[in-house]
Nanobody, 123 residues
Framework: QVQLVESGGGLVQAGGSLRLSCAASGRSFSTIAMGWFRQAPGKEREFVSAITWSGAITYYADSVKGRFTISRDNAKNTVYLEMNSLKPEDTAVYYC????????????????WGQGTQVTVSS
C-alpha cells in the first residue's frame, strides 16, 4: 500500500514557476512508476507527466512538454513536478498517482492517488 500527499501548489502569475512535490509512504515507492494528472473546473482529469521507477524514462503531455519537468528521489520517497512558464490554462487541481498498469502511464488507471493540490495561474 502506498499513500501519496501532494504539496507546493499555490497562486502564481503567468510566466511564473512552481514546484510540486508528492511524498509517498510505503516501501514499494522505488519500484513503481509515478505520474501527475490535473483536473480543471468542468473538465475531465488529464495526464500531465509520468516517470518510470528508476527515473530513466519520462513522459509528458504535449501541452506541457518543454515547460514541465518530472523527477523523483527514491531515497526520499518523493516525486516532483517542476512547472515553468506557467499559463492560465495550467490552472487545475494537480494529482499525484502511483503504479499504473503496465504500458498505461497515460491513462488514469493508476492504483494510488493523492488528494490533489490547487495550482492557480493568473493572467
Amino acid at each position: 500500500q502506498v499513500q501519496l500527499v501532494e504539496s507546493g501548489g499555490g497562486l502564481v502569475q503567468a510566466g511564473g514557476s512552481l514546484r510540486l512535490s508528492c511524498a509517498a509512504s510505503g516501501r514499494s515507492f522505488s519500484t513503481i512508476a509515478m505520474g501527475w494528472f490535473r483536473q480543471a473546473p468542468g473538465k475531465e482529469r488529464e495526464f500531465v507527466s509520468a516517470i518510470t521507477w528508476s527515473g530513466a524514462i519520462t513522459y509528458y503531455a504535449d501541452s506541457v512538454k518543454g515547460r514541465f519537468t518530472i523527477s523523483r528521489d527514491n531515497a526520499k520517497n518523493t516525486v516532483y513536478l517542476e512547472m515553468n512558464s506557467l499559463k492560465p490554462e495550467d490552472t487545475a487541481v494537480y494529482y499525484c498517482a502511483g503504479s499504473p498498469p503496465s504500458g498505461k502511464v497515460y491513462t488514469n488507471e493508476y492504483q494510488y492517488w493523492g488528494q490533489g493540490t490547487q495550482v492557480t495561474v493568473s493572467s
